[in-house]
């Protein structure tokens, strides 16, 4: 019975750790190699964060336009992007694409 008891906890405890590791792989390892992998390819970009990216940025340009709200003209195109796509337009201008 002690036998039995043994292994079905052991393999219990394997099994946990292998998730946990899955999960830690998923949300840790793998956006870090990835970060690395980008950074040695020359791509610029923002530190990877965990759980909350770039949320913060994206937040503060939301609040920007609505503070900055006007009526824009359409013939205008940069004016009509930067209120449409403003984060990733910011992003691309930040990190040397425009």
């Known amino acids: 019975m002690d036998a039995i008891t043994n ?3 052991l393999s219990c405890a394997i099994v946990v750790v292998l998730c946990a590791w899955k999960i ?3 949300i840790w390892v793998r956006p870090k190699k990835l970060e690395k992998f980008l950074k040695n390819q ?3 970009g923002n530190k990877y964060r ?3 990216g770039d949320m913060k940025e994206l937040s503060m340009i939301f609040q920007q336009s609505k503070v900055n709200s006007k009526h824009i003209d359409i013939d205008d195109g940069d004016e009509v992007l930067s209120h449409v796509v403003g984060f990733p337009l910011q992003s691309l201008k930040k990190h040397g694409m425009f």
């Open 50 to 52: 965990f759980l909350f």
């Open 7 to 9: 292994t079905f906890a």
């Open 42 to 44: 020359g791509f610029k």
């Open 24 to 26: 830690v792989n998923m």
